[in-house]
């Protein structure tokens, strides 16, 4: 079924679309942040006294928050320098500011993945490791290294 609008005219709707929709995310994000953050705590302490509380968790879930606002600071910085601050101090305009990679900022959000990540990733190790215990993780390790002892 044809239309009387243009391809120009529909892409440019189209586009209207995309970038209310990436602003909408954007808007979301921290707040779907303090949701899980909010319901991590609640599984942590429902019915639970405050001795039984697993103050490890308690304390990483606090730090990836703390990082994931931090994260979130930068993001709008960057974004404020490139469209604002320095929107002609490149050739390229903002495009070249964001394809620029020796950026602070581009530095700074890279050691806040990593730090996320590591945190991350420890809780589960951890909790691997609580589970099955530490003979476990020396055979698993012997498994993959074709047995080698070296537990």
């Known amino acids: ?48 006294r405050m001795q039984d509380v697993s103050r490890p968790i308690a304390v990483v879930a606090i730090l990836l928050l703390i990082l994931n606002t931090v994260h979130i600071i930068v993001n709008a910085i960057r974004i404020e320098d490139g469209l604002v601050k320095d929107r002609n101090a490149f050739p390229g305009g903002p495009v070249a500011f964001f394809a620029d990679l020796t950026q602070q900022t581009v530095a700074v959000k890279n050691v806040l993945y990593v730090m996320q990540t590591l945190l991350a990733d420890g809780v589960v190790v951890g909790s691997y490791f609580d589970m099955l215990g530490p003979n476990s993780l020396c055979e698993k390790y012997e498994t993959m290294s074709n047995g080698i002892d070296s537990c």
């Open 1 to 48: 079924m044809a239309s009387n609008i243009s391809l120009d005219a529909a892409s440019l709707v189209y586009w209207q679309w995309c970038w209310k929709a990436l602003r909408a995310a954007r808007v979301v994000s921290p707040g779907f942040s303090i949701l899980m953050f909010i319901g991590t705590l609640w599984a942590l302490t429902y019915k639970q």
